[in-house]
Nanobody, 119 residues
Framework: QVQLVESGGGLGQAGGSLTLSCAAS????????TGWYRQAPGKQRELVAR???????NYAESVKGRFTISRDSPKNTVLLQMNNLKPEDTAVYYC?????????????WGQGTQVTVSS
């Protein structure tokens, strides 16, 4: 089974930067679409950024110009570079991947990683 492992969360300062990483275990599969969601206290989970296998990227308006999503397909890894952090970026961030391969197909989620931004 595929497992997604997230890293890079923690405490950041307003105006600072953090990089989140999500790596899928296993082999012999392809990642079609991958991205990041986040959920802040008292709010619905929202899409932050995603990238399709063809390279198309989408970002929430609140993070455009500050966050950048990228992927390293040979390493089955997706990154989220977060610059110019704001306190409102505080949330639990979840990686997801839509995967196709021999005997596997569907959506997979990371365990979530806390990002806290102090003012």
């Amino acid at each position: 089974q595929v497992q997604l492992v997230e890293s890079g969360g923690g405490l950041g300062q307003a105006g600072g930067s953090l990089t989140l990483s999500c790596a899928a275990s296993g082999s012999n599969f392809s990642i079609l679409t991958t991205g990041w969601y986040r959920q802040a206290p008292g709010k619905q989970r929202e899409l932050v950024a995603r990238i399709i296998s063809g390279g198309t990227e989408n970002y929430a308006e609140s993070v455009k110009g500050r966050f950048t999503i990228s992927r390293d397909s040979p390493k089955n890894t997706v990154l989220l570079q977060m610059n110019n952090l704001k306190p409102e970026d505080t949330a639990v961030y979840y990686c997801y991947m839509n995967i196709i391969g021999r005997g596997i197909l569907g959506d997979y989620w990371g365990q979530g990683t806390q990002v806290t931004v102090s003012s």
